[in-house]
């Protein structure tokens, strides 16, 4: 696609139900990045994908949270459990996978559990 | 373990005044440095990145950034702002050491008066 997909753009769910977000790179991206944005807070790393391997899983916040990427494209974050606390935007980026170039975000996936 | 600090969370600055937005960031390698810029709910954009070469860097909408190694800084800079330029401002640094991943500050919030 022509940019970052993300899917839902919002979601509204009760607490305690899991969640699923869908993320869709820019065709060719090797690089995927998820990452959370709270109310006031600033941007605050879950994961990194290169290819299919997460080689760097260290800010997921707790093991509810897990993410998953196949055939080295489309991604999904998966929310067990939810508590209010994981009320955010969750944003989705990717890159050509070295160092060097650019992350193109996608618009978000706001998350609210009532 | 790289880590960026944006040392100021809100910026209140007079229309067509100067602006620097300060960010220093931890690294034990070499680093490629980002500036990122969210408009009022617009999903973020590359400002402008520094990857080697030339210290002082400039990028879109008139804004620039010099690298000082010493200090380990990357600080935005405008000589005159305007209303339109009122947005959420990420620093952001990669390095080898973290897999190429993009941490991100917390941001700096820049809201520009009349």
């Known amino acids: 696609g022509a940019g970052v997909s993300q899917s839902p753009s919002n979601k509204v769910t009760e607490k305690g139900k899991d969640v699923e977000l869908r993320c869709d790179p820019i065709?060719?991206?090797?690089?995927l990045y998820w990452y959370r944005q709270s109310l006031g807070q600033g941007l605050e790393f879950l994961i990194y994908?290169?290819?299919?391997?997460?080689?760097?899983k260290s800010g997921l916040p707790s093991d509810r949270f897990s993410a998953e990427r196949t055939g080295g494209s489309v991604s999904t974050l998966t929310i067990q459990r939810t508590q209010q606390e994981d009320s955010a935007v969750y944003l989705c980026?990717?890159?050509?996978?070295?160092?060097?170039?650019?992350?193109?975000f996608g618009q978000g996936t706001r998350l609210t559990v009532v | 373990a790289q880590s960026v600090t944006q040392l100021d969370s809100q910026v209140p600055v007079f229309e067509e005044a100067p602006v620097e937005l300060r960010c220093n960031y931890s690294?034990?390698?070499?680093?490629?440095l980002f500036w990122y810029v969210q408009y009022p709910n617009q999903g973020l954009q590359l400002l402008l990145k520094?990857?080697?070469?030339?210290?002082l860097v400039k990028g879109i909408n008139g804004f620039e950034a010099e690298f000082n190694k010493s200090q380990t800084s990357f600080h935005l800079r405008k000589p005159s702002v305007h209303i339109s330029d009122t947005a959420e401002y990420f620093c952001?640094?990669?390095?080898?050491?973290?897999?190429?991943?993009?941490?991100f500050g917390a941001g700096t919030r820049l809201f520009v008066k009349a």
């Open positions: 980026a990717s890159s050509l996978g070295v160092h060097n170039t650019e992350a193109f």
């Open positions: 065709s060719g991206h090797t690089a």
């Open positions: 994908f290169q290819g299919n391997s997460a080689p760097d």
């Open positions: 690294s034990s390698v070499s680093v490629y």
């Open positions: 520094y990857l080697s070469g030339s210290t």
């Open positions: 952001a640094v990669s390095d080898g050491a973290g897999g190429f991943k993009t941490i």
